[in-house]
Structure formats: structure tokens, C-alpha cells
């Protein structure tokens, strides 16, 4: 598209296009196409094309501060050039643009025969896995969003925020590399926006253990400069991020509550299910806790082989998976611990195995969860 405009359409909105129009790659030409909430969309559209936007909001934008042109020499670099570059690693801080990179990588992997998969490693705001894990798939598609593609692949990390829980999150994306790297020729990981203070060491420690092809740095130029000074072993590149695209704490909470929904589905809101103590292992970070002990004034505490506790009482509206034999079966929230039982709203019945997290949900009503601070 030699002559085009950018419109960003931030949702929820529902956009209707007469003519050439190009979202992140995909041609969405005379078609009409959803923007989830919190979400930030740049429609590429030609001279001649009519768009009409309904909901959300909407404005005009450079080329050469948003939409696709900002990220030319980084496709240059993974498809036009004589170096096949199997794994492409994104990182950078929170609003510079990774997940919608990596929606363009993936498009342009399709356009040139390529079978891209994707690894979403952001656990706090991520769009394939539910919050606090970690999630894989193969697209076959062109999208628009992350969203729109199906979890297949996933491990329970167990927190929204990665600080004190980098060695999971990076043993959880090789243990997906694992399973998917036969299914797949190029693969696009994805990681959250903690990079200020200690996460900048926890990216580089990631890169180093991952070995990806390629590293893009996106946002500010100190990350790039710090990971050409601190890592290496594989070709880094700069990118530019998208101008006005800074999701406010609200969008942030709201996506993140449509993320959880997604996985805690209205059967499982309606269900309760209940389990004898004796007969589950509860696991955080990896580690079980197979003892339950009854605290000088009736309080249940978990105990796994080191010692470690955790208090019962802190169970009540957690967000958690369920599985058996180490395979994670759904998910569903915490309502009740007693002395002998565990009761929860989930579909799944039978599970001898609970995933724990930092993530609470707060029932108002069968109907409506909200997160709890």
C-alpha cells in the first residue's frame, strides 16, 4: 500500500472498512473487524477507503510513528535476509509493543510460507494463557489480536508479576519450546513488561538460557544498550515503539479481568465441587504441599518436605488449576477451606492436584467476578 493513512481504534470497537486496509499485515480489505477492549489497533487504510468506527476511540497517526512502517527493518531481518532466523525473543517495557510486533511477525511468517508458533510468556497480561501462566500455540491464520488465537500449549507459573518467579517462567518456556518446537519453523516469544530495576538481568538471563536467533528490543534505547553490552551470543535489534498507545491502569485491570473469564468459564461459576484435604497436593512454584496441619487456634496450614507454609485462610477466592498427574485439567476459584475439605466453582471434578496463585477473584454474583487488590 503505497498511500495510506493510520487510524488507531482503541476498543471496544467494532470497525467496518470498504477498500484496502491492512491491519498488522493481515489484509482486512471491505470486511468488518473487532477490537477487544483495552486494545490498541493501527488500520492501515488506502487513499480511497471508507472506514466507519463504532464505539471506542479513534484518531489519525503518522506512518512513521505507528502502524507497520516502524518495524520494516525487523522483518527485513528475519525474512529478507540470506540467515534463517528460527526463534525471535521481543522484550521491552510494559505499552512499547511487543504482543502487537509479534501479531505482525506472525502474519508475515504466514505471507512467506513460514509456520510460525507463538510462546505469550507475559504472565500478568498476557492474551493467550489465562493469568498466571504461560501459553503456546501454532497459528494457521492471519490475525489481528492474540487473542484470537486458542491456547495449546501451557504451564502454570502461578503469579502476575514476575519478580521473585523468573527461573518458573523461563523453565516454563522451554518446557513449551519443547512440545512445540517440531510443530512449528519459526517461533515468536513474547515477554511481559518487567524490565526497570532487576528485570533487565532477568531478560538477559533469558536470552541466555533460551539462545534465540534473534533479540528485539523495543521502547527505550537503554535496553537495547544494555543487552548489546550483557549479551552476545545472537544479532539484537532496535525498534521503534507505536506513539500513543499507553494503556491506563483501568484498561490494564479490565484485560486482564476478560483474560481470567476467558478460563473460568459460566459453568464453572455456577458449580461448586469439593475434595477431602487427604487427597490433594496443592503446588506453588513448583513445590508440593502435601501435609496439612492444624494450627494452636484452628488455623489450616499447608506444609510441603522444607518446611514451608502457607496459610489456608489466604486460599479463599484464589484463582487456581486443576490437574492430575502433573497435566493441568482447568481452572476455577477457590470459595472454602475447612479442617478436612477444599470447596470450589470449577467443571472439573476430578483433580487430585491444586495449581496455586497470587491472583484473587471476588464472586458479587454468579455471574460477575472482579479482582481483588
Known amino acids: 500500500m503505497s498511500s495510506h493513512r493510520v487510524h488507531l481504534v482503541k476498543g471496544p470497537a467494532v470497525v467496518s472498512l470498504e477498500g484496502m486496509c491492512q491491519v498488522l499485515g493481515k489484509d482486512v480489505a471491505n470486511s468488518e473487524v473487532s477490537v477487544d477492549v483495552g486494545k490498541i489497533l493501527p488500520f492501515e487504510i488506502s487513499s480511497d477507503c471508507k472506514i466507519n468506527i463504532r464505539g471506542?476511540?479513534?484518531?489519525?497517526?503518522?506512518?512513521?510513528?505507528?502502524?507497520?512502517?516502524?518495524?520494516?527493518?525487523?522483518?527485513?531481518?528475519?525474512?529478507?535476509?540470506?540467515?534463517?532466523?528460527?526463534?525471535?525473543?521481543?522484550?521491552?517495557?510494559?505499552?512499547?509493543?511487543?504482543?502487537?510486533?509479534?501479531?505482525?511477525?506472525?502474519?508475515?511468517?504466514?505471507?512467506?510460507?513460514?509456520?510460525?508458533?507463538?510462546?505469550?510468556?507475559d504472565i500478568g497480561q498476557g492474551d493467550i494463557a489465562p493469568p498466571n501462566a504461560v501459553g503456546g500455540a501454532v497459528i494457521m491464520a492471519q490475525i489481528t489480536d492474540l487473542r484470537d488465537v486458542n491456547m495449546q500449549f501451557f504451564e502454570f507459573v502461578g503469579s502476575i508479576n514476575p519478580a521473585g518467579f523468573e527461573d518458573v517462567i523461563i523453565n516454563a518456556i522451554k518446557n513449551i519450546i519443547n512440545e512445540i518446537s517440531t510443530l512449528c519453523n519459526t517461533c515468536i516469544i513474547n515477554t511481559d513488561g518487567y524490565i526497570r530495576n532487576n528485570g533487565i538481568d532477568y531478560k538477559v538471563r533469558m536470552a541466555k538460557e533460551l539462545r534465540p536467533d534473534l533479540v528485539v528490543c523495543l521502547g527505550d534505547v537503554s535496553v537495547y544498550d544494555t543487552f548489546r553490552v550483557k549479551y552476545v551470543s545472537s544479532p539484537i535489534l532496535y525498534g521503534k515503539s507505536p506513539s500513543n498507545t499507553i494503556k491506563?491502569?483501568?484498561?490494564?485491570?479490565?484485560?486482564?479481568?476478560?483474560q481470567f473469564l476467558r478460563y473460568v468459564s459460566e459453568?464453572?461459576?455456577?458449580?461448586?465441587?469439593?475434595?477431602?484435604?487427604?487427597?490433594?497436593?496443592?503446588?506453588?512454584?513448583?513445590k508440593m504441599y502435601c501435609r496439612v496441619l492444624i494450627g494452636k487456634y484452628g488455623s489450616l496450614h499447608l506444609v510441603?518436605?522444607?518446611?514451608?507454609?502457607?496459610?489456608?485462610?489466604?486460599?479463599?477466592?484464589?484463582?487456581?488449576?486443576?490437574g492430575s498427574n502433573k497435566t493441568i485439567l482447568g481452572f476455577g476459584i477457590v470459595l472454602k477451606v475447612s479442617r478436612h475439605r477444599v470447596y470450589l466453582k470449577s467443571d472439573v471434578s476430578d483433580f487430585s492436584e491444586i495449581y496455586l496463585s497470587n491472583s484473587r477473584i471476588s464472586e458479587d454474583n454468579i455471574s460477575e467476578f472482579r479482582l481483588v487488590n
Open 56 to 121: 471506542g476511540e479513534s484518531w489519525l497517526a503518522s506512518s512513521s510513528t505507528a502502524g507497520t512502517s516502524i518495524w520494516r527493518e525487523v522483518i527485513q531481518k528475519i525474512f529478507y535476509e540470506k540467515v534463517f532466523l528460527r526463534t525471535i525473543l521481543i522484550v521491552g517495557d510494559g505499552d512499547t509493543g511487543k504482543s502487537t510486533l509479534a501479531v505482525y511477525i506472525i502474519n508475515e511468517a504466514l505471507k512467506n510460507g513460514f509456520r510460525p508458533c507463538v510462546i505469550d510468556a
Open 248 to 258: 491506563s491502569r483501568i484498561d490494564r485491570r479490565q484485560r486482564r479481568l476478560n
Open 267 to 286: 459453568s464453572c461459576r455456577s458449580k461448586v465441587t469439593s475434595k477431602e484435604l487427604k487427597e490433594i497436593k496443592f503446588v506453588y512454584k513448583r
Open 304 to 322: 510441603n518436605r522444607n518446611g514451608s507454609q502457607i496459610n489456608g485462610r489466604k486460599l479463599v477466592n484464589m484463582f487456581v488449576a486443576l
